[in-house]
Nanobody, 123 residues
Framework: QVQLQESGGGLVQAGGSLRLSCAFS????????MGWFRQAPGKEHEFVAA????????YYADSMKGRCIISRDNTKNTAYLQMNSLKPEDTAIYFC????????????????WGQGTQVTVSS
């Protein structure tokens, strides 16, 4: 059973940066695509970014393109989301997700999800 644990959320001023981490355990990390979603109050779950098992392929939502970088360290079983130039509308709970299938992640249909970490951007 895969387990995911996010960390790194917090309160930041607009224009600031945060790096979220997602610790993966339970299965071979390098066999899984990793992704990030977010959910703001009153809004639907929204795809943010995904990264292939090798790290060679990265995919971003238009809303975050150019402002965030997804990465992974297969020696540490950890995925990361570096977010820059944060805006108040980026305020949300950010969830890490994992699945062998990139397609499942992009659709929000992945098998495994973390508990989420709160990101709050003040204006």
């Amino acid at each position: 059973q895969v387990q995911l644990q996010e960390s790194g959320g917090g309160l930041v001023q607009a224009g600031g940066s945060l790096r979220l981490s997602c610790a993966f355990s339970g299965r071979p990390f390098s066999s899984y695509t990793m992704g990030w979603f977010r959910q703001a109050p009153g809004k639907e779950h929204e795809f943010v970014a995904a990264i292939s098992w090798s790290g060679g392929g990265t995919y971003y939502a238009d809303s975050m393109k150019g402002r965030c970088i997804i990465s992974r360290d297969n020696t540490k079983n950890t995925a990361y989301l570096q977010m820059n130039s944060l805006k108040p509308e980026d305020t949300a709970i950010y969830f890490c997700t994992s699945d062998p299938s990139l397609g499942a992640i992009m659709k929000g249909e992945s098998d495994y999800w973390g508990q989420g970490t709160q990101v709050t951007v003040s204006s």
